[in-house]
């Protein structure tokens, strides 16, 4: 008996049984963030994390969205009942309907399994772990440079990584040849990560017709295009930015998407998204959903309701009875229109932030070719500046972001354009 007293006083007073567990690196964005935070400088500038930001530097939560959340809590029938493993119903229909257009030959053949994830993230690692499963190629291609998180769904997954080129950083613009040359020699079968618009981290797309050869290329190689799609009408318009997608369901083949509302509606903390596999045929879409659910359910059993009712009333006010329609209440409050306007207007002010760091740039006379800067879409810029340059910012002037000189044009306001330019002047001249 005092032997296993002892053995257990032992236990208790000695080592963690985490002892082993090693520290590990900071992940470098959010890294940035800290620092970010603990910088008492007032001119400190945080351009790193992808979030929209005001004018005056505050959050934004869409009218829209606030008029959605009043419905929401004015609804006395409403409960918090557990959602099914793949989400509320209502919010995957129009999901769907949203990426790939309600007259999609796709939906009305029941070809789609759409099932409610956490963002845009969740998505990706439910398609990667799914892919992982059941689809006989384990090999993934992302565009270089890509998102940082990208590569660990896909190594969390246990699917290999290559990389095709993508960014140029000599025009700071496509490299579009090079894309076609990597995609051309790429085995036949293998899973290509796609974006669908506004690219992180360069902000550069493809045009609608290199699109079209990216899709004959990859259909001819027998490639599979895993989308992310987080910025539809973020960049250009919903049609606009879901064009890729749609081009690649039309051919009447195969392809994953991911959809996220935490840009297009601000919902960032709600986690809101959807994964769609589009299949060839009803069954094959049957089969797949009930595979999805054997991977959710052990993973988080089923999603929040909250975040994805707001998105499900803010889409419905487009459909009625299954029609496609424009509505518009007499009270001009009709919530679909509402988002789309205020997501014109978020695009307008950011390309009118890109157009005014241009040309502050040039009045300086700052070395280099800044014109990227007005090409590039969306939220994100690839500036061009290395890490040194970038160090010099965060040092000399309190200006934050990526080691990778990615800038968050949304986080940029007007006033603040002179001083980032000078800041760059600077370290472009003197790094």
């Not at 090693?22 to 970010?36: H, K, N, Q, S, T």
């Not at 995609?183 to 079209?212: K, M, R, Y």
């Not at 014109?344 to 700052?366: C, Y």
Request: charged share 20%.
């Amino acid at each position: 008996m005092e032997s296993k007293n002892s053995e257990k006083a032992k236990e208790s007073d000695g080592d963690s049984a985490f002892e082993q567990v090693v520290r590990a690196a900071d992940i470098p964005i959010y890294a940035v963030m800290a620092a970010f935070r603990e910088d008492p400088s007032p001119m400190k500038l945080n351009l790193g994390f992808g979030v929209y930001r005001t004018e005056e530097g505050k959050p934004l939560l869409l009218n829209a969205v606030r008029q959605a959340e009043q419905l929401l809590v004015n609804d006395l029938s409403a409960d918090k009942e557990y959602l099914p493993i793949t989400g509320l119903p209502e919010f995957n229909k129009l999901s769907a309907k949203l990426i790939f257009g309600a007259d999609s030959p796709a939906i009305k053949e029941n070809r789609v399994s759409t099932v409610q994830c956490l963002s845009g993230s969740g998505s990706l690692r439910i398609g990667a772990d799914f892919l992982a499963k059941h689809y006989y190629q384990h090999t993934v291609y992302l565009s270089q440079p890509t998102y940082g998180n990208h590569p660990n769904f896909f190594a969390a997954a246990g699917l290999a990584m290559k990389t095709y080129h993508y960014y140029d950083p000599k025009t700071n613009g496509l490299d579009f040849q090079g894309m076609l040359q990597d995609l051309g020699a790429a085995p036949s079968g293998a899973i290509v990560l796609l974006q669908a618009s506004g690219h992180n981290p360069t902000g550069i797309d493809p045009t609608a017709q290199q699109w079209e050869q990216i899709r004959q290329l990859m259909r001819l190689k027998r490639l599979l295009p895993f989308f992310d799609c987080a910025y539809q009408g973020f960049v250009t318009n919903m049609d606009a930015d879901a064009l890729p997608v749609r081009m690649f369901v039309a051919d009447g083949g195969e392809c994953l998407v991911a959809q996220s509302y935490s840009k297009t509606m601000g919902l960032y903390g709600e986690r809101v998204g959807a994964l769609s596999i589009v299949c060839k045929t009803t069954d094959v879409a049957s089969r797949v959903e009930s595979q999805l659910k054997l991977l959710i359910r052990p993973m988080y059993l089923n999603p929040p309701i909250h975040g994805a009712s707001i998105v499900t009333a803010i889409l419905k006010d487009r459909y009625i009875h299954g029609v496609y329609i424009l509505s518009a209440l007499q009270d001009g409050r009709e919530m679909y229109s509402q988002w789309v306007t205020e997501l014109k207007q978020l695009t307008d002010r950011i390309a009118t932030l890109r157009q005014q760091l241009h040309l502050a740039l040039l009045d300086r006379g700052t070395p280099g070719d800044w014109s990227h800067i007005t090409r590039q879409l969306g939220m994100f810029s690839l500036t061009g500046l290395n890490a040194e340059q970038v160090a010099f910012l965060i040092k000399e002037y309190h200006i934050y972001m990526s080691p990778d000189g990615r800038i968050n044009m949304a986080g940029l306001s007007s006033k603040a354009v002179p001083y980032l330019a000078d800041a760059i002047h600077a370290a472009v001249t003197l790094v």
